[in-house]
């Protein structure tokens, strides 16, 4: 087995009791890069050389004997909007190509100070705003169970990183689904932490009130593992949680007696895949045959959540996205005056679906339209939030799908902003209700497709997620298979 296959507790472990240097480690996922991402085109950035120096100074470390912490030594992907000092963040848009921030983001800070080599930074939707990583300014990311298809996004380079190999664990950030949409369609975990856990302080910001930064892993242990590291109070961010943070690895023993956990039945189905209600009815059983209370939960608002997502979102972009004007960061255009170098700038550093949604909510917060729109929109925000606490009073997991379809075309949707949107369905009410959610490999569709189930919790319980997840791993019929990659042997390079 090669190193770049194990998990980060495995190599965690192996770290520990000296089997292996950080240096080989580092260098066994480096080779892994090399060989698959131009194939799958995972990252925006590749920084070999910090890794290797991390590791090796870890390794010195460790040899002179000083206490680490668990996860020093072990690589990570960065998503390209969380900043990191002296290296290039672009949040996959043209207009910060070449912006360079001056100080870490919180949880980059934690994830260094920890000793955790970065391996690069990841691709994603242009802002975050997309689900299938093909409105990257730059390249699309492609899905590694067949490269013809999306990996979902926005967070696809961080999730296509850990389902092949390339690096065992890795930040992404989820707005309105965009680590758990593309963990379920590249078939790995993938956990969106309560509003507040962990600091937004350094992601660039596209919806402050929804926008958090989360893990991707192979499994809940590695997930635990990470959290322990990123989790916590920051004074630097005002919506920071101040409670205390639990040891996530604890309680993860098997035994679910006693778990109350509601099958959410969505207001609609339309769209859905049947493999994937299936896939969620076995999943609901094996918990029931294993001593969990199991019912069901009524979520009736999960199509106004989409359409109040969809104008919430776009008018805290539209407001985020007005520091980039030319002057403060990155690209700039020439224009002879100040306002056809801003209008130019914006103009050519914005992709489509950044404009879009800036219109969107420009259009949303303007006098006259405010009360119809935004104020309406968050009106059913407050709504949503209810029935989520009226189903907690019943279920400590909520259990749906993760996304309503397998892995789509890459092309397939990208004319079709709507139809794009609806791939977040079952992701997006969990954000507006600020609760932490969790997608974990559920089984195959018969097309050999991985898909996703998708676990919700009370706000702070990320524990019984991760609970839960082990549960499904452990129970897993078929192997967590990875994908084959046929294509990177002897396959001809995506272009
Ligand atoms: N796909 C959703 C959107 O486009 C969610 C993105 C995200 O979570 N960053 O807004």
Request: some cysteine; overall charge negative; charged content about 20%.
């Amino acid at each position: 087995m090669q190193l770049y296959e194990h998990t980060a507790f495995e190599l965690s472990r192996m770290l520990q009791s000296g089997e292996v240097s950080s240096v080989e480690v580092v260098r066994s996922f480096l080779e892994r890069i090399d060989e698959v991402d131009p194939h799958l085109k995972a990252f925006i950035t590749q920084t070999p050389v910090t890794a290797l120096d991390t590791a090796g100074e870890i390794d010195n470390r460790r040899m002179r004997g000083e206490v680490l912490h668990p996860l020093a030594g072990v690589p990570v992907a960065v998503k390209d909007n969380i900043s990191t000092i002296d290296l290039r963040t672009t949040c996959a848009s043209r207009i910060l190509e070449d912006y360079i921030p001056p100080f870490d983001a919180t949880a980059a800070a934690a994830i260094k100070s920890a000793g955790m080599p970065i391996l690069g930074k990841t691709n994603l939707d242009e802002f975050a705003m997309g689900s299938s990583t093909e409105n990257s300014a730059f390249f699309p990311t492609r899905n590694p169970w067949d490269p013809e298809l999306v990996p979902g996004g926005s967070s696809g380079g961080s999730v296509v990183a850990v389902a092949t190999g390339m690096a065992p664990l890795a930040l992404g950030s989820d707005t309105g689904g965009s680590i758990r949409q593309p963990a379920s369609l590249c078939g790995v975990t993938g956990l969106r932490p309560t509003y507040g856990r962990v600091s937004r302080y350094g992601l660039i910001a596209f919806a402050s009130s929804l926008d958090q930064i989360g893990v991707v892993s192979l499994n809940a242990v590695d997930s635990a593992l990470l959290m322990n590291l990123i989790a916590g109070y920051d004074p630097l961010d005002s919506t920071s949680l101040p409670d205390a943070v639990p040891d996530y690895t604890a309680g993860l023993e098997p035994g679910l007696n006693g778990l109350r956990v509601g099958v959410i039945r969505y207001s609609s189905t339309k769209g859905f895949d049947p493999e994937v209600t299936e896939t969620v009815q076995k999943a609901a059983s094996l918990l029931e045959e294993h001593g969990a209370e199991v019912g069901e939960v009524s979520l009736s608002l999960t199509d106004y959540g989409l359409s109040a997502y969809y104008l919430i979102a776009p008018s805290e972009a539209s407001s985020n996205l007005g520091r980039y004007d030319g002057i403060r960061y990155g690209f700039s255009a020439d224009g002879g005056n100040i306002e056809a170098m801003f209008s130019r700038t914006r103009g050519e550093g914005f992709g489509p679906e950044v404009k879009r949604r800036i219109m969107i909510g420009t259009y949303a917060l303007s006098a006259g339209y405010y009360d119809a729109y935004y104020l309406k929109a968050m009106k059913v925000r407050t709504l949503i939030r209810r029935e989520y606490e009226e189903a907690f009073k019943k279920y400590d997991v909520l259990l749906g799908a993760a996304s309503p379809t397998p892995a789509f075309k890459i092309g397939e949707k990208a004319d079709d902003p709507l139809q794009m949107y609806l791939s977040d369905v079952c992701n997006i009410t969990d954000s507006l209700a600020g609760v932490p959610s969790l997608a974990v490999p559920g089984g195959f569709h018969s097309s050999g497709l991985p898909l996703g189930l998708q676990l919700t919790a009370r706000p702070l319980q990320e524990h019984l997620l991760l609970k839960t997840a082990r549960f499904f791993e452990e129970n897993r019929k078929q192997a967590p298979l990875r994908p084959s990659l046929d294509y990177v042997e002897g396959g001809k390079r995506q272009q």
